[in-house]
T-cell receptor, first 111, second 119 residues
Framework: RKEVEQDPGPFNVPEGATVAFNCTYS??????FFWYRQDCRKEPKLLMS???SGNEDGRFTAQLNRASQYISLLIRDSKLSDSATYLC????????????FGAGTRLFVKA | NAGVTQTPKFRILKIGQSMTLQCAQD?????MYWYRQDPGMGLKLIYY???????DKGEVPNGYNVSRSTTEDFPLRLELAAPSQTSVYFC??????????????????FGEGSWLTVV
């Protein structure tokens, strides 16, 4: 089992749609969680951190379920500019610090 | 702040040649990383460093070497380039605070990438 797993997609959605991505992780000692965005031929950039209480940034909402070991990202009112690959990132701090990137979920938003 | 700067942006190598990818960060981050990303694939960790003088292998270290003589610089050396090393290479850094179970991760900042082709 991969340490961080994501549905690779691609997700093809029309503008204005709501789309949700899920990510599961295997290390129960994981402590920090993030969603990154990567545009084609560009470096990954932080989209948002993920907290147990859930957090929202405009059209984006991130949730963490520690009991089930999964993280979600919800994008409302999709824009063409949301087209990118979304990477789930998990950090664990026990026994040596590890940062694991998921393989990413590709999103295409169509006009 | 320039953030994470890596050079060169593009390079074509012949099989068997060697080269060094340079990486520097000006954010005083303790952790630095080198990742490679093959087309349509996720990031794979090559090497990382938790501070000056300390480096460790990641998931795919074979064919590469690193050094960390200063906090700012983390060059990646490719020895005897092979076609399998054709990839995009990303240098990154982050500030990791705390120890043991108290460690809390922070944002990882990436360089713009280096496109390497081995022919």
């Amino acid at each position: 089992r991969k340490e961080v797993e994501q549905d690779p997609g691609p997700f093809n959605v029309p503008e204005g749609a709501t789309v949700a991505f899920n990510c599961t992780y295997s290390n129960s000692a994981s402590q920090s969680f993030f969603w990154y965005r990567q545009d084609c031929r560009k470096e990954p950039k932080l989209l948002m951190s993920v907290y147990s209480s859930g957090n929202e940034d405009g059209r984006f909402t991130a949730q963490l379920n520690r009991a089930s070991q999964y993280i979600s990202l919800l994008i409302r009112d999709s824009k063409l500019s949301d087209s990118a690959t979304y990477l789930c990132v998990v950090m664990a701090g026990t026994g040596g610090f590890k940062t694991i990137f998921g393989a990413g979920t590709r999103l295409f938003v169509k006009a | 702040n320039a953030g994470v700067t890596q050079t060169p942006k593009f390079r074509i190598l012949k099989i068997g040649q060697s080269m060094t990818l340079q990486c520097a960060q000006d954010m005083n981050h303790n952790y630095m990383y080198w990742y490679r990303q093959d087309p349509g694939m996720g990031l794979k960790l090559i090497y990382y460093s938790v501070g000056a003088g300390i480096t460790d292998k990641g998931e795919v270290p074979n064919g590469y070497n690193v050094s960390r003589s200063t906090t700012e610089d983390f060059p990646l050396r490719l020895e005897l380039a092979a076609p399998s090393q054709t990839s995009v290479y990303f240098c990154a850094s982050s500030l990791i605070l705390g120890i043991g179970t108290g460690v809390r991760g922070n944002t990882i900042y990436f360089g713009e990438g280096s496109w390497l082709t081995v022919v």
